[in-house]
Structure formats: structure tokens, C-alpha cells
Nanobody
């Protein structure tokens, strides 16, 4: 079983950059054909896919968030990281890291001054 755990600040000020890390155990993030996703759920809304990192290190982003999103990885720590810049209160959500069918528990991020 793959275990994923999100970590990062729970409160971010508007216009700043949100940065979250997903620590993976039970599998290597470089395992062939594994894809590592970030997904979020704003309060009262559905799930929104943010982007993903491939096993080969290639990221792909949601078109609606692409201009503000960066996903990177640290293979020595078996982690992948989300950065979302210029955040607004609309970026307030529970953020999940995912390697289907496994999900992290999620971490609440609130954007507020």
C-alpha cells in the first residue's frame, strides 16, 4: 500500500505562494508508470485537479491554474511538492496528494490576511 502525507502551512496570506509537500512511503516516486497528483476541494465545492508529476519527472498542470502552479520532486526524499503563487481566498481548500487509488488525508489551507 502506498502512503501519502501532505505537509505545509495551514495559513497563507493573499498574494503569497502556497507551498505543500507530499511525502510518499510504500513506493518510489520514480516507479515506472506511477503518476503523482495534487487535488483540492474548496469548502462546499467539488474536487479540482491541480496537476501531476510523472514517474519520469514531467509535470502537467490544469489549464485553469497553469500560470500559477509548479510541481517539483525530490527523489532522494521521495517527495513531491506543490507551489501555487499569487493566492487569493478562492484558493482556500483542503489539498490532497494522490497516487490512484491511494489518497493522503488532506491538509487544510486557508488564504487570509
Amino acid at each position: 500500500q502506498v502512503l501519502l502525507e501532505e505537509s505545509g502551512p495551514g495559513l497563507v496570506k493573499p498574494s503569497q505562494t502556497l507551498s505543500l509537500t507530499c511525502t510518499v512511503s510504500g513506493a518510489s516516486i520514480t516507479t515506472n508508470y506511477y503518476f503523482w497528483h495534487w487535488v483540492r476541494q474548496p469548502p462546499g465545492k467539488g474536487l479540482e485537479w491541480i496537476g501531476r508529476m510523472s514517474f519520469s519527472g514531467s509535470p502537467i498542470y490544469s489549464p485553469s491554474l497553469k500560470s500559477r502552479t509548479s510541481i517539483s520532486r525530490n527523489t532522494s526524499k521521495n517527495q513531491f511538492t506543490l507551489q501555487l503563487s499569487s493566492v487569493t481566498p478562492e484558493d482556500t481548500a483542503v489539498y490532497y496528494c494522490v497516487r490512484l487509488p491511494d489518497w493522503g488525508r488532506g491538509t487544510q489551507v486557508t488564504v487570509s490576511s
